[in-house]
């Protein structure tokens, strides 16, 4: 069994920045690509970032291209997402995301094997 653990969420105002963590309990965590998503009050969970299990490819959607970064440490089982250039439509609860595909592409929901808790970003007008 997977455990995922986020941490960084918390309140900001439009402009700033935030970065959220996962850590993971797993051996084999360089062999899951991992990803973050999201959801917004009465919206659907929709993907935000992900970067592959071997060379570090990553994929992002279009609405947070060019201010979101993802990244991952497999020496400390954690992946990143740095979030700058924050928006009120960030606002939402992030989670964390692992999955066994090796495919070069982003994650896609359905392939998701293990899911963190969320954690809450909140961004001020």
């Known amino acids: 069994q997977v455990q995922l653990v986020e941490s960084g969420g918390g309140l900001v105002q439009a402009g700033g920045s935030l970065r959220l963590s996962c850590a993971a309990s797993?051996?084999?965590?360089?062999?899951?690509?991992m990803g973050w998503f999201r959801q917004a009050p009465e919206k659907e969970r929709e993907f935000v970032a992900s970067i592959t299990w071997n060379i570090g490819y990553t994929y992002y959607a279009d609405s947070v291209k060019g201010r979101f970064t993802i990244s991952r440490d497999n020496a400390k089982n954690a992946v990143y997402l740095q979030m700058n250039s924050l928006k009120p439509e960030d606002t939402a609860t992030y989670y964390c995301a692992a999955s066994r595909s090796q495919y070069f592409r982003r994650m896609a929901q359905s392939e998701v094997s293990y899911w963190g808790q969320g954690a809450q970003v909140t961004v001020s007008s």
């Open positions: 797993v051996r084999t965590f360089s062999a899951y690509m």
